[in-house]
């Protein structure tokens, strides 16, 4: 996948099969110096010249999958961790709500990632969470302006499933007694790069990217956050993502 702009890392937690001492870490958090928070994110890959600056960045997450390379070619074998409720994971605060936990899990070879970006319904909505969030009714939703000066909003509805494949035959693997930190990556600068604000109709003095408004835009967005997630592996166990985590799906 592309090079990373934003990390999305998750605290997985489920109460699936496991192995006492096995876990899983993925955890919410952007890779951004804090002078870059609520500044300009300059990418050479923006039309135009354009740069961005993002003031909101959120996720709704209500399923992960991990499945065994063992098992890729049976569907009927997959191992499974599913959330009990939504979390909306606030990409730019590194936080989630509730907060994730790390998940026990089988050791072994994995060949497949899947997660899902769920609609935040109000009745399924977490603890502390009120009818009136601004994520009700979203599974993504973004805020920002471009270095043109136009202030753009991105709202995405449907429920999306994304798939990441290991890069190689047998699988990436999930060592055992370790906590093996995995970082969920989602380029959210990339994810735009394609789209011509310039052009896009504008509603209230914002460009409004949803379902309804700009849909060729909401579309390319869709197809870019499905071509730039990437998982990578915590090399060199520092919880931080470095030039040394490799890349282990994609």
């Known amino acids: 996948m592309k090079k990373m ?38 990418d050479p890959h923006m039309l135009n010249g354009s740069t961005f600056v993002f003031t909101k960045a959120k996720v709704v997450i209500s399923e992960v999958e991990f499945e065994l390379a063992e098992n890729c070619n049976d569907s009927e074998q997959e191992v ?12 730019l605060a590194n936080t989630s709500t509730p907060d994730f936990q790390h998940v026990e899990i089988l050791p072994g070879n994995y060949c497949k990632v899947e997660f899902k970006l769920d609609k935040l319904e109000v009745d399924e909505r977490p603890s502390g969470i009120g009818v009136t969030n601004e994520m ?9 302006s471009t270095s043109d000066n136009i202030e753009f909003r991105i709202e995405i509805e449907e429920d999306i499933e994304l798939e990441i494949q290991s890069n190689v035959n047998t699988g990436f693997t999930i060592r055992e007694n370790a906590i ?3 970082f969920l990556v989602l380029d959210i600068k990339e994810m735009l790069s394609d789209i011509n604000f310039g052009s896009l109709t504008t ?7 949803d379902k309804d408004e700009n849909e ?11 071509q730039t997630t990437d998982l990578r592996e ?13 890349i282990i799906a994609d």
């Open 180 to 182: 093996n930190t995995l």
């Open 80 to 91: 499974e961790y599913e959330y009990k409720q939504p979390f909306i994971v606030d990409l």
């Open 5 to 42: 702009s934003l990390l999305l890392s998750l605290w997985i937690s489920s109460c699936g099969i496991g192995v006492d001492g096995t876990f899983i870490d993925l955890r919410p958090t952007a890779p951004l110096n804090s002078t870059e928070i609520g500044n300009t994110l300059t």
């Open 203 to 209: 509603t209230s003095g914002i460009v409004l990217i």
């Open 234 to 246: 915590d090399k060199n166990n520092d919880d931080e993502l470095d030039e040394n985590d490799d």
């Open 136 to 144: 009700i009714d979203l599974a993504l939703l973004i805020e920002g």
């Open 216 to 226: 060729t835009a909401y579309e390319q967005i869709i197809e870019k956050l499905e």
